[in-house]
């Protein structure tokens, strides 16, 4: 019963853009009344550093108004099936095309082959999430699949009786599990590392198995993400509908509380699908092409076009990204939202927050100085690592700690002219907390009412970002080569 709950649809929220609007109109209210122009170096300082994130909330706005206008056209067609009980089941399935709910209730079936990819380290803490993600495929892809099977991927000599004694215990629910392991001395011709590498070896894999072609699709998952009913109608729907305008498409990242102890965490987590809502929207959705990034989950490509850009990316720990960039120079308006949410866990504690966050900055400094990719492309993700990059700096405790060891006692703008980016900056940051608490609430076992903990978020951001401020700043240490990762890192994902 607690297996079919976890994996059930539940009912999604609306991102409300009228929250945006008001939260704006506060905080435009607070700093008016609060504000006077100064003309000092500190003031010039704070003029730009907390104006800097208002064209991500822009940004933002377009890719809400994009999923709504899918949702809308989507809406019409899911009321007129209903009331059309006398069409095919092709006709019925025709319907479907290209018009988006928030989350695919997608009836129909698929005869492409789905190759579902799951890196993982077989951490000894991490079983019970591995085997999460497993039953979730084994419980809804026959649904919607005719035709898959699951490459779990091991790296070097880890233990895998424990998963193998599973496999047994579950008998013939288990038989699309191929398990890939890495061999300790393979290598790439780019010198691929960590989970780069293990992605790179599975496709040749694929391509030894001849796999690799365009009748097939390749489904990313990481070792702590389960799916969901959505999740398998939303992929079947994109192959069957999507499949011969797109060649890639990624979705909604949830967070179910219940899968992290961490109080923390879980709040800080809210960022993750907002950002997905929003931003990827805009770009992975509207512009249809993927400048923004892309996530290593809950993301499906053509199997062709993935051989032909492979993983085989120097030395990094965000493929994803490298990825994004080769897809979008290769392919523009070629990709799309799934829409449907994936089920993955917060890190259990703040330490491991702290070294995830930690490993994205730093692996996303390399990509920007990485001068062997075009510059153009890489604009998007440049403005973004510079806005994050800059977090320290941006940060209202160290306003407050150059405020008072200067004797100014004054933090407002140059001018008036900067107030509304300050508001919008505020407003969007507390807005994008608030959304992405909902999802992650909606997403969870037992959801609960998200009005008391949204007026929590809403100080706790100041905490989080305090947090995050923290964990930049060991990547930027990183980045300039002071203990620079040299093996993979296991974050715990106990449940």
């Not at 007129?80 to 709910?101: C, P, Y």
């Not at 392919?331 to 995830?356: C, E, F, H, K, V």
Request: with cysteine; charged share 20%.
């Amino acid at each position: 019963m607690q297996i079919k709950r976890r994996f059930e649809r539940r009912q999604t929220p609306r991102v409300r853009l009228a929250l945006l609007v008001a939260l704006f109109a506060a905080v435009f209210f607070m700093l008016t009344r609060m504000a006077a122009a100064r003309q000092t170096p500190l003031n010039y300082f704070l003029s730009i550093v907390w104006s800097l994130y208002a064209p991500t909330v822009l940004i933002a706005v377009v890719g809400v108004f994009y999923l709504r206008s899918q949702q809308r056209l989507r809406r019409r067609h899911h009321i007129h099936r209903n009331a059309s009980d006398d069409i095919s089941s092709a006709e019925r399935q025709n319907s479907f095309r290209r018009q988006k709910l928030s989350r695919s209730d997608f009836p129909g079936r698929t005869d492409h082959l789905l190759v579902v990819t799951v890196p993982t380290l077989l951490a000894p803490g991490n079983l019970a999430a591995l085997q999460r993600v497993l039953l979730s495929l084994f419980i809804n892809l026959p649904r919607h699949f005719d035709r898959f099977h699951v490459d779990v991927i091991t790296e070097g000599n880890v233990d895998h009786e424990p998963l193998m004694h599973w496999l047994d215990e579950i008998g013939e629910m288990g038989s699309p599990i191929r398990i890939l392991n890495v061999p300790a001395d393979y290598e790439t011709p780019n010198g691929a590392r960590f989970k780069t590498r293990a992605n790179q070896y599975a496709m040749e894999a694929r391509r030894t198995a001849e796999e690799n072609t365009s009748d097939v699709y390749i489904y990313h998952l990481d070792d702590d993400t389960h799916i969901g009913e959505d999740t398998a109608a939303s992929l079947a729907e994109f192959i069957e509908l999507d499949g011969d305008r797109f060649l890639l498409a990624q979705g909604v990242l949830a967070f179910p509380h219940n899968l992290t102890p961490s109080r923390f965490c879980r709040l800080a987590d809210a960022i993750r699908p907002a950002d997905d809502l929003t931003r990827f929207a805009f770009f992975t959705g509207a512009l249809g092409t993927p400048l923004g990034g892309l996530h290593g989950e809950h993301l499906v490509v053509r199997a062709d076009i993935e051989d032909e850009i492979g993983w085989d990316f120097p030395d990094t720990v965000i493929e994803d990204a490298y990825f994004a960039i080769q897809f979008s120079i290769r392919y523009p308006r070629r990709s799309t939202m799934l829409n449907s949410y994936s089920y993955g866990a917060s890190p259990a504690t703040i330490t491991d927050l702290i070294r995830q966050r930690r490993r994205w900055i730093e692996g996303l400094l390399r990509l920007a100085f990485n001068r062997k990719l075009p510059l153009v492309p890489k604009i998007p993700l440049l403005y973004s690592i510079f806005t994050w990059s800059l977090a320290p700096f941006q940060f209202v405790g160290l306003a407050l700690i150059l405020s008072y060891s200067t004797g100014i006692d004054n933090t407002s703008p140059i001018s008036p002219w900067f107030l509304p980016l300050w508001s919008a900056t505020l407003a969007g940051i507390f807005w994008f907390y608030i959304e992405g608490l909902k999802v992650n609430l909606s997403a969870s076992d037992r959801p609960r009412s998200c009005v008391l903990q949204a007026v929590l978020i809403v100080p706790a951001v100041y905490f989080i970002t305090a947090v995050e401020t923290f964990a930049v700043m060991l990547g930027i240490v990183r980045f300039f080569g002071l203990g620079r990762q040299r093996v993979s890192e296991v974050i715990t994902k106990p449940i």
